[in-house]
């Protein structure tokens, strides 16, 4: 998912939320949602959809405030549905809170237990209500924003990236391991105001400059007063997803002062290294294959050339294919360039595979177009366990790493040579400490213990 957030009286603060979120759509497709604070009103809309589906001007003109909460949903916990669509709304003991969530918390059974005994009512079925009745209940018995905010993260595990709104200012807040990133920028000067983003390419699409990450275990309260930052869990450690790294982030966002553009061209040379081939051709798959591909190209020499040709337009497909259109392997996506590609021996890179079956239908894409051998690189290791912490990788049987060899992979996607990224390789190119990162669906090691009961949902 994405999360923004703003403070900023003098902003027209839903319009700046919507931009916000339209930098941020990558990482959520089903449903979008703003709220806005004026006093202690609320005024929220969401909807299933794209962020230019769900908002238009008039919609927009709606939401007044001087406090913006935002939301990109993509479905972890919870059925895709507009009850579930974010931010989450709930009323407490000081006025109404607005909560947009992104992570997935793995202690939701005993969470719940604690919320129904006090006979709250949840209305949906996300983790991300939890959350913000948790801070409720907290509230209700007595605490501050801040102080009762802070108790009810203590009762969460898992990973959370959040935006908290309420009528006096916006917390930001990452769980004690900042499994997902969240990033803080300034808007203005004079008072200079605070605009927080999942990504960076959140705030560069407002003008706003980035400042820093929020820290794992740190809340940011922002208020007419400025930001105050707390370091609310006793054992921080660094543990972010390496695989918004490799994948889910935007290319041109910041993480550890670079762009992700460029970590993700050194593991394309790092690949070269590991792993040469000779052929004629490199390309990647559009999008997420391209800086790796051209990484790739310059450390080895072999030449860059597109294959594939993406088209820009499709998106969330509503409408399904025809069965004659699914059984012909359509190639409504990504389509072959034949010139580029006939009677040449060609090295393909992907991010990452998961089920394998957008890599099996290019690479007899590749051949049907006249590619004379397929290599295929991929630049992260093999994706051999389920995510707990909020990216879909799916129930552990459906990862065809974790049932079958490399080479009985390269067997069944029909190409000439596959080789994976080392796990090493992933990490040491981050140029950070390597154990600063989750990299469980790689190795299983998980940072956040997962209950039994969870893991079972997984097939782990
Ligand atoms: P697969 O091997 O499952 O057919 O898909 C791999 C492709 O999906 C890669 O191109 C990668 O960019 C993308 N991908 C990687 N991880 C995920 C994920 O968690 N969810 C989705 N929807 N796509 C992913
Ligand atoms: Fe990211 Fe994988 Fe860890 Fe999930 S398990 S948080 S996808 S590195
Ligand atoms: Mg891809």
Redesign the pocket.
């Known amino acids: 998912c994405g999360v923004f957030g703003i403070y900023a009286p003098d902003e027209d603060v839903a319009k700046l939320t919507y931009f916000g979120l339209y930098a941020l759509q990558h990482r959520g497709q089903e449903s979008a949602g703003i709220a806005t604070f004026l006093g202690d009103t609320v005024h929220l809309y969401k909807d299933m959809g794209l962020v230019s589906q769900v908002f238009n001007e008039s919609v927009l003109s709606e939401l007044p405030g001087t406090i913006g909460v935002g939301h990109t949903r993509y479905s972890t916990t919870g059925s895709s549905r507009r009850v579930n669509a974010q931010p989450a709304v709930v009323d407490t003991r000081l006025g109404k809170l607005a909560l947009a969530h992104n992570g997935n918390l793995v202690n939701t059974v005993k969470l719940r237990d604690e919320l129904v005994k006090d006979s709250i009512n949840l209305v949906t079925t996300t983790d991300s209500e939890m959350i913000a009745y948790a801070i409720a209940q907290e509230v209700g018995a007595g605490l501050d924003w801040l102080d009762g905010a802070i108790k009810a993260f203590h009762r969460c595990e898992g990973a959370f990236s959040l935006v908290v709104g309420t009528p006096v200012g916006i917390m930001g807040v990452r769980d004690p391991n900042g499994i997902r990133p969240l990033v803080i920028g300034t808007i203005g000067s004079n008072p200079v105001r605070y605009v927080l983003s999942s990504e960076t390419c959140g705030l560069d699409i407002i003008g706003a400059d980035y400042l820093r990450d929020v820290e794992p275990g740190e809340v940011v309260w922002i208020t007419e007063a400025g930001l105050a930052s707390y370091h609310w869990s006793k054992k921080p450690q660094r543990k972010l997803c390496v695989?918004e790294m490799i994948?889910f982030a935007r290319p041109d966002s910041l993480m550890h002062n670079e762009t992700l553009y460029s970590y993700r061209m050194r593991l394309g040379r790092r690949l070269a290294i590991e792993s040469p081939v000779e052929a004629d051709i490199v390309f990647g798959?559009p999008d997420?294959?391209i800086p790796a591909a051209i990484g790739y190209s310059q450390e080895s020499g072999v030449k860059y050339a597109e294959g594939l040709i993406k088209n820009r337009y499709v998106g969330r497909t509503f409408i399904q294919p025809t069965q004659a259109m699914r059984e012909s392997g359509i190639k409504m996506k990504l389509n072959p360039l034949k010139d580029v590609l006939v009677g040449k021996r060609v090295i393909i890179i992907?991010?990452?595979?998961?089920?394998?079956?957008?890599?099996r239908k290019l690479v007899k894409a590749l051949r049907d177009a006249g590619a004379i051998e397929v290599h295929m690189r991929i630049s992260s290791p093999p994706v051999t366990h389920p995510c707990f912490y909020g990216?879909?990788?799916d129930t552990q049987d459906q990862l065809?790493a974790a049932r079958f060899s490399v080479e009985e992979i390269r067997k069944q996607l029909q190409v000439d040579s596959l080789a994976y990224l080392s796990w090493e390789g992933m990490l040491e190119e981050t140029q950070e400490d390597t154990n600063s990162f989750c990299s469980a669906c790689f190795t299983g090691d998980y940072p956040v213990a997962i209950p039994e009961q969870v893991k079972r949902t997984k097939l782990v």
């Open positions: 695989f994948y798959v997420s294959g992907d991010d990452s595979i998961v089920r394998g079956t957008t890599s990216i879909d990788t065809i």
